[in-house]
């Protein structure tokens, strides 16, 4: 069984810019600091699904 993959897009423009596996454990949706190239600065990136 493959792993199913979820977007983080960012909070500021919207855009997709990363993709992981999906981990089944965790209840609340992530959410990191990255680096946004659209809007060329880190930003806070949230799971999308």
Do not use: D, P, W
Request: glycine share 4%; net charge positive.
């Amino acid at each position: 069984m493959s792993k199913k993959k979820v977007s983080l897009a960012c909070s500021v423009c919207g855009s997709r810019n990363y993709t992981i596996a999906e981990n089944l454990n965790r209840k609340e949706r992530l959410e990191v600091k990255k680096f946004c190239r659209y809007c060329g600065q880190h930003t806070l990136h949230r799971e999308t699904r």
